[in-house]
């Protein structure tokens, strides 16, 4: 190529870059005008507690004497290494524990939202703004169900954040967070949402955002922002294996968090729906078992004498379709858009009963603060054994009928080799139905056991230890 060609080339280049990069660059977010904005309402938080812990200035167990150490150093074994107390009879001495979070102010006079494990059992909180001015906080009150807290710091025209909608939030759309991670104040980051309405063990009640924005100690109660400047939810959680940040990230929904905050400030608790229910996931087998299409819903295990469910009709093997026109795909769906509704309104539930589809209307009632456990207590009575599933069953007493709330069923005494002792049952289990069927008797359990069919799902409601489930197996010809 000659030297004149090759000079067309290059500037052709040239130019053709010269007209893609600004457009490449158009399509990226520029969040600068967004955290210009939004940062000065974004806080620090740090907590304060004390925390009896055995005389550093003794050495015994083996434990080392901290007191020799540098302060950061003494300071990490103290907070980590644990503490027996001394035998010689060192009563120890206080120290200060601190946490640190983030947090945001929704009102012009000082109420700031955040995580409750953030603030739980403090002693004194601490609330530092972006002119690093610091206030001592009052907690409102905090609902850690939802992990959500809302304090109030004394001040006035102080920067607040909008707020948004979550609901209006599109799997793929550009986020940002703006906190304290490992307390580096106002630290940045940004990324999209991953996901929305997700399910986390042991977070019945939040359907949570998923994002990748990196989120680390320290970002937990500070505000998740959406291109309008809107805060969309708080960041709440990470899944994580290493400690730090791998690319999951769940903030709680601005809905839910300014319902919680409105009503922890108007009456310093959180009234929630409740049904009365124990639910479990529908898997393939019981879908085939209880004749859905495909498995979706909340299977009903347990139904609470005299609670809302069972005053409304709701029974053992119903299958939640809907409630409230809103789709039940997982079982876990069903908590949060339960607890949504006021105690005391009417909830409309769409059930699979039978293999025919009903309609219930349930006058929901308050969530209590509290669960009881039932326990299954030891069997005695009429003996019947079913050498086709492999276990002996027996009736439950009057007494045991009693104890666990149950007006019909069946204990099993013993597991032998086969169906049974494949699919994990065991002696103590409690079978109320089988194949869709009530057992009322051991005899009844032995007539329907004969009639199963092969090479089907058959389902089984078990309870153990108080608490109820349905299983699946399949018997072989």
Same mark, same amino acid.
């Given at each position: ?10 500037? +052709? ?19 600068? *005008?967004? %955290? ?22 003794? +050495? ?36 200060? *524990? ?28 601490? %609330? ?11 907690? %409102? ?10 304090? =109030? ?8 954040? =909008? ?24 630290? %940045? ?94 898997? =393939? ?33 119903? #299958? ?8 039940? #795909? ?10 949504? #509704? ?18 219930? =209307? ?16 030891? +069997? ?30 069946? #204990? ?66």
């Amino acid at each position: 190529m000659s030297y004149k060609k090759t000079s067309l080339w290059v500037g +052709s280049c040239i130019a053709l870059l010269v007209l893609i990069l600004p457009a490449a660059q158009a399509q990226l977010p520029d969040f600068t *005008a967004l %955290v210009e904005e939004s940062a000065p309402a974004v806080v620090n938080i740090s907590t304060r507690q004390a925390i009896s812990t055995a005389s550093p200035q003794t +050495s015994f167990h083996g434990l080392p004497d901290l007191e020799g150490l540098p302060p950061i150093f003494r300071e990490f074994f103290e907070r980590n290494l644990p503490m027996p107390r001394d035998p010689r009879g060192n009563k120890g001495r206080q120290r200060e *524990a601190q946490s640190l979070g983030s947090g945001f102010i929704i009102s012009a006079d000082g109420y700031v939202l955040t995580n409750n494990h953030v603030i739980a059992d403090a002693d004194e909180i601490i %609330v530092r703004l972006a002119d690093r001015s610091e206030l001592q906080a009052k907690l %409102v009150g905090a609902d850690p169900r939802t992990d959500v807290a809302l304090l =109030k710091i004394e001040g006035k025209n102080l920067p607040t954040v =909008k707020l948004g909608q979550s609901k209006n939030l599109k799997v793929g759309e550009w986020v940002l967070a703006i906190g304290s991670p490992f307390g580096f104040d106002h630290s %940045v980051t940004a990324g999209i949402v991953s996901a929305k309405g997700r399910n986390l063990p042991n977070d019945s009640y939040v359907p949570f955002i998923q994002t990748d924005v990196a989120i680390n100690p320290g970002n937990s109660g500070g505000p998740l922002f959406n291109l309008e400047g809107e805060v969309v939810g708080i960041n709440s959680q990470i899944f994580t294996r290493s400690g730090g940040f791998m690319g999951l990230s769940f903030a709680i929904p601005m809905e839910v968090a300014l319902d919680v905050s409105n009503q922890l400030k108007s009456s310093g608790k959180v009234d929630r729906g409740w049904l009365g229910v124990v639910i479990q996931e529908v898997n =393939k087998d019981l879908a085939e078992s209880f004749g859905l299409e495909k498995p979706a819903g909340a299977l009903v295990a347990q139904v609470l004498e005299n609670g809302p469910a069972a005053k409304g009709g709701l029974q053992v093997g119903d #299958v939640i379709l809907s409630l409230n026109d809103h789709p039940i #795909v997982m079982s876990a769906d069903l908590p949060h858009l339960v607890g949504a #509704v006021k105690p005391g309104e009417t909830a409309k539930l769409l059930v699979m009963r039978e293999g025919s589809r009903k309609t219930l =209307k349930i006058k929901v009632g308050a969530l209590p603060s509290e669960g009881e456990e039932m326990a299954v207590a030891g +069997s005695q009575g009429q003996v019947s054994k079913s050498n086709r599933l492999g276990m002996t069953v027996v009736d439950l007493t009057a007494e045991q009928k009693k104890a666990i709330d149950l007006q019909s069923g069946v #204990v099993i005494q013993d597991v032998h080799d086969g169906a049974a002792a494949m699919i994990g049952l065991r002696p103590g289990d409690v079978i109320t139905h089988l194949n869709n069927q009530v057992i009322d008797s051991a005899k009844t359990f032995t007539k329907i056991a004969e009639d199963l069919p092969n090479n089907r799902s058959v389902s089984m409601r078990v309870l153990r230890q108080g608490r109820a489930s349905f299983i699946t197996f399949k018997l072989a010809n």
